[in-house]
């Protein structure tokens, strides 16, 4: 049986490559069809469309049902699927869905507490488009969830003492290396960012956790990635992130390459992530 390491690390060859929805149409085509055909083992997809300037784009959608009674708002995680012209986007931000993937195939095959909807998201490089207008219309619908999550570059890991950079004035209140995940929330959500933190570490991850308030407006570098729309819409939201350009020089160039990653870190992070879902 393959382990969760060598799927994730089959889900980022697939993913790895440019996909730019403007400059680079067939690979970001054939990463799109590539998480439709992976979410269809475990579901109905459904597609969430958008347009922007006369070009349709696609959130993809897959809906898991909890063990408990029906009537449950669902925990929705999401990662974006595009990337930004010129780069492979190995961390940014096909970690991301390579965990998402993982995280659909664990809660199919073993459903948690609450129904869970996995999403994948277009044009999040070009201003969080996809989870914009898809906060939009769950808020005009009046749909309520658990928890959103946004699962922002997870994999990678520098050890080096002094690898890991904030913006003022955290850097008083974290450590300074970056071998950490990061879960940064709004107030409303400093109950679960203490459980996932807890469930996270207990699994062998490192991991800090930031309550931010005001929507991140103090700190906008908080606001980076698809939680904000949800935020904005006072929906309880959180990224999960390693930080990105805080610690990846790899960030948007064409470096972000699978072994620039840690699949160890990856993994932990994936296995973390489900127990602390499962312990919501």
Known sequence: MVDL???LQNHLSQIVRDR???FAPSGHFFVQQYIREQMEQW?????HSFTVGGKTHYNLILNLSSVGKGGSAPILIGAHYDAVPGTPG???????????????RAFAAQPGKYPVRIVAFDMEEYGLLGSTKYA??????????RLMLSLEMLGYCDSTPGSQRYPAP????????????ALVGNLATIGD???????IRKSGTPC??????NRGLIVRQTRLSDHAPFWDRGYRAMMVTDTAFMRNPHYHQPSDRIDTLDLDFLTGVCRGLEAGIRGL
């Open 170 to 181: 955290l850097e008083r209140f974290y450590p300074n290396t970056g071998n950490f995940i």
């Open 20 to 22: 730019d929805p403007y």
């Open 136 to 145: 939009e219309d769950l808020k005009q619908q009046g749909q309520s969830l």
């Open 5 to 7: 390491k060598q799927r």
């Open 90 to 104: 190995a961390d940014d931000n096909a970690t991301g869905v390579a965990v998402l993937l993982e995280l659909a």
């Open 43 to 47: 579901g109905t997809v459904e597609t």
């Open 193 to 199: 960012l203490i459980r996932l933190r807890g469930k």
């Open 208 to 213: 800090e956790l930031l309550p931010v308030p």
